[in-house]
Antibody, heavy 128, light 111 residues
Framework: QVQLQESGPGLVKPSQTLSLTCTVSGGSISSGGYYWSWIRQHPGKGLEWIGYIYYSGSTYYNPSLKSRVTISVDTSKNQFSLKLSSVTAADTAVYYC????????????????????WGQGTLVTVSS | SSELTQDPAVSVALGQTVRITCQGDSLRSYYASWYQQKPGQAPVLVIYGKNNRPSGIPDRFSGSSSGNTASLTITGAQAEDEADYYCNSRDSSGNHLAIYVFGTGTKVTVL
């Protein structure tokens, strides 16, 4: 089965760039049909979607973070990455990567998305 | 961005039934997905689509949807079901249908 694993520094200084990589195993990013997302969770808080990338490189970001976020993909390594610039203490969070699937119920004009699986998450602390 | 509203906390007696709701305008067009999160762990998908359970999720978990409200029902709650539960869907405000939003989360306590 597909598994995701986040990696990257656990401590980043304010104003610097947070960089994380998600390695996908058990399946190929290039196979298509899925989006690959980053999601974060501030300590003791809820979940916040950051953005996603398709294997082709097309991306979409949460407008609240768009000016600071870049998500990229390296299909040769079966990885996708997150860069968040100009970080502050407010960016301290557990960062998750997840696979995102979409489905259209043509008979009812309803749609569905879901994130599965998720990586285990990695805590990134922004502090000097 | 539009929000998905959940009750902050609910409690259920062991073996009884509990329903968790999620309200938001996008739910008129998008089925919610539901995630269980236990302390210190990553979220786990429990319900997606109209009412689908991933492999390994017990059949005591079920989902439903009506109008702008999605529901997750645990029939015969077990001690291991004690967790935070989050719904997820799209942001239907403005032109932001490509944005995902999560519900505010519901803490389920099994008594």
């Amino acid at each position: 089965q597909v598994q995701l694993q986040e990696s990257g520094p656990g401590l980043v200084k304010p104003s610097q760039t947070l960089s994380l990589t998600c390695t996908v195993s058990g399946g190929s990013i290039s196979s298509g049909g899925y989006y690959w997302s980053w999601i974060r969770q501030h300590p003791g808080k809820g979940l916040e979607w950051i953005g996603y990338i398709y294997y082709s490189g097309s991306t979409y970001y949460n407008p609240s973070l768009k000016s600071r976020v870049t998500i990229s993909v390296d299909t040769s390594k079966n990885q996708f990455s997150l860069k968040l610039s100009s970080v502050t203490a407010a960016d301290t969070a557990v960062y998750y990567c997840a696979r995102d699937q979409f489905y259209e119920y043509s008979s009812s004009s309803m749609f569905a998305d879901w994130f599965d699986p998720w990586g285990q998450g990695t805590l990134v602390t922004v502090s000097s | 961005s539009s929000e998905l509203t959940q009750d902050p906390a609910v409690s259920v007696a062991l073996g009884q039934t509990v329903r968790i709701t999620c309200q938001g305008d996008s739910l008129r067009s998008y089925y919610a997905s539901w995630y269980q999160q236990k302390p210190g762990q990553a979220p786990v998908l429990v319900i997606y689509g109209k009412n689908n359970r991933p492999s390994g999720i017990p059949d005591r978990f079920s989902g439903s949807s009506s109008g702008n409200t999605a529901s997750l029902t645990i029939t015969g709650a077990q001690a291991e079901d004690e967790a935070d539960y989050y719904c997820n869907s799209r942001d239907s405000s403005g032109n932001h249908l490509a944005i995902y939003v999560f519900g505010t989360g519901t803490k389920v306590t099994v008594l």
